[in-house]
């Protein structure tokens, strides 16, 4: 039996099939995604500091990510919301994070002893499985309905694929190549700086960002 959302899903099944044949609207401009980081600057502050992520690294990352939002974005959460033809799972908020990244990006904080599952709204007891779809659910729902905590875990990933990219977490110790590297694994499981790791190394220094230069590879 068919529920109540179910046609609508269909309509908006349709509507997506029109939009990708079209050149699709973004959600945020440029000029709307910098107030929103200015309105935001506390939440980034607060992660920055707590979390030990440039604070430059978050507003360029976020800049990229929310620019790139479009109208696409809403139909693949509203499908991930309902379970719409078996999806449970999308990229969601400004920082557009996964479910299962999140919730990698939590376990390894609370790993490291810098974060509670109890600071996201999570239960504690337990470590969260990826690959439990009750609990990408879970931390799925924490990134869609709480924007602060979605920036948060944003830092707390950043940290992981510094970690993964380089080797260390500390930002501090990073160089220009390895920024690029992390911030490609934020977008992408590759090994090799793309374009998107470029562009957002490139915010991050519009953003007041400095990295470390090391001397006879030291």
Same mark, same amino acid.
């Not at 830092?155 to 590297?181: H, P, S, V, Y």
């Not at 490139?202 to 006879?216: D, H, I, P, S, T």
């Given at each position: 039996?068919?529920?109540? +959302?179910?046609?609508?899903?269909? $309509?908006?099944?349709?509507?997506?099939?029109?939009?990708?044949?079209?050149?699709?609207?973004?959600?945020?401009?440029?000029?709307?995604?910098?107030?929103?980081?200015?309105?935001?600057?506390?939440?980034?502050?607060?992660?920055?500091?707590?979390?030990?992520?440039?604070?430059?690294?978050? $507003?360029?990352?976020?800049?990229?990510?929310?620019?790139?939002?479009?109208?696409?974005?809403?139909?693949?959460?509203?499908?991930?919301?309902?379970?719409?033809?078996?999806?449970?799972?999308?990229?969601?908020?400004?920082?557009?994070?996964?479910?299962?990244?999140?919730?990698?990006?939590?376990?390894?904080?609370?790993?490291?002893?810098?974060?509670?599952?109890?600071?996201?709204?999570?239960?504690?007891? +337990?470590?969260?499985?990826?690959?439990?779809?009750?609990?990408?659910?879970?931390?799925?729902?924490?990134?869609?309905?709480?924007? $602060?905590?979605?920036?948060?875990?944003?830092?707390?990933?950043?940290?992981?694929?510094?970690?993964?990219?380089?080797?260390?977490?500390?930002?501090?110790?990073?160089?220009?190549?390895?920024? $690029?590297?992390?911030?490609? +694994?934020?977008?992408?499981?590759?090994?090799?700086?793309?374009?998107?790791?470029?562009?957002?190394?490139?915010?991050?220094?519009?953003?007041?960002?400095?990295?470390?230069?090391?001397?006879?590879?030291?």
């Amino acid at each position: 039996m068919k529920t109540e +959302r179910e046609p609508l899903l269909f $309509k908006l099944q349709g509507v997506s099939d029109i939009i990708v044949c079209m050149n699709i609207p973004k959600l945020y401009s440029p000029q709307r995604t910098e107030k929103l980081i200015n309105k935001h600057a506390d939440w980034i502050g607060e992660a920055a500091s707590r979390f030990h992520v440039p604070a430059a690294a978050l $507003k360029a990352v976020l800049y990229r990510e929310m620019t790139g939002i479009d109208l696409l974005d809403p139909l693949a959460d509203l499908a991930a919301m309902t379970g719409f033809k078996g999806k449970h799972d999308s990229s969601v908020g400004y920082a557009q994070i996964f479910g299962y990244v999140g919730i990698n990006a939590v376990n390894f904080a609370v790993s490291q002893g810098i974060a509670g599952y109890a600071d996201f709204g999570l239960p504690e007891g +337990r470590v969260l499985d990826p690959g439990r779809l009750e609990d990408v659910k879970l931390l799925w729902r924490v990134l869609l309905r709480d924007r $602060k905590k979605n920036i948060g875990i944003m830092a707390l990933n950043l940290r992981l694929c510094a970690q993964e990219m380089t080797g260390t977490a500390d930002f501090d110790r990073l160089t220009a190549e390895e920024l $690029k590297l992390t911030f490609t +694994r934020y977008n992408a499981d590759v090994k090799k700086v793309t374009a998107y790791g470029e562009e957002v190394f490139g915010l991050f220094l519009r953003f007041g960002g400095q990295c470390a230069v090391r001397e006879n590879g030291s």
